[in-house]
């Protein structure tokens, strides 16, 4: 899962990227509310963990611009301890959960976790169907009619991006960046070999389509 962690507080915003990447988050980093801004405009996130109290941009003005762009994705905002006021503004302008600073990194993880649950529930019937195959979003497990197919972590969250962006073609950037967080280093063909392998995984050599010099797309009709 993705999160958009913008917070600028620069050593909580590290220590909390550290703890996240612990748990197997990918993690962006945003300090101010512009900064953030133009991250959620450009790559999709599963969470977006927003400080109230930010240079350039605040919380508030973020989440305005953010819900009347149209984009949806759930918010949990962090606020002062004595701040009621912002507590309800926030949930009024389109935050979907708080969490009053100081916090305890357990409670930081058991919400995120409630509101990926709450986003999982919007799926209908909580599968992707990619003909006979069908990937079971809560339980992270693909089946290909009754066989269990075994995909690593790596492998399902890029077949589950694809799926949900049936007909779209993206590119290894915006996989990699989706699967990982922006400043992933690794090997540059890594998505390529992750490709591979669901294919062979999946006994399904045309259900990811190669774009030459663009990038992947799972076709409307699978």
Wanted: net charge neutral.
């Amino acid at each position: 899962m993705k999160i958009l962690l913008v917070e600028d507080d620069k050593d909580l915003n590290r220590s909390l990227q550290k703890l996240l990447k612990t748990q197997n988050y990918s993690v962006d980093p945003a300090f101010d509310g512009k900064e953030a801004l133009a991250y959620s405009t450009n790559f999709d996130y599963d969470v977006i963990i927003l400080d109230v109290m930010m240079p350039k941009m605040d919380g508030f003005e973020f989440i305005t611009r953010l819900r009347a762009s149209g984009n949806e994705v759930a918010v949990l905002m962090l606020t002062a301890k004595d701040a009621l006021e912002d507590r309800i503004k926030g949930l009024d302008l389109g935050a979907d959960d708080y969490l009053v600073k100081p916090f305890e990194f357990g409670e930081l993880l058991a919400r995120l976790r409630a509101l990926l649950r709450r986003k999982e529930r919007k799926v209908l019937n909580d599968t992707l169907k990619l003909g006979d195959i069908t990937l079971s979003i809560a339980q992270k497990q693909v089946t290909k009619g009754k066989e269990v197919i075994p995909l690593t972590a790596r492998e399902y969250e890029v077949l589950e991006y694809l799926a949900r962006h049936r007909g779209q073609v993206l590119t290894r950037e915006q996989i990699r960046e989706h699967v990982w967080d922006f400043a992933y280093e690794g090997e540059s063909n890594i998505i390529d070999v992750l490709i591979k392998n669901i294919r062979k995984k999946t006994g399904e050599a045309t259900l990811i389509k190669t774009k030459r010099g663009l990038g992947y797309v799972i076709p409307e009709e699978k």
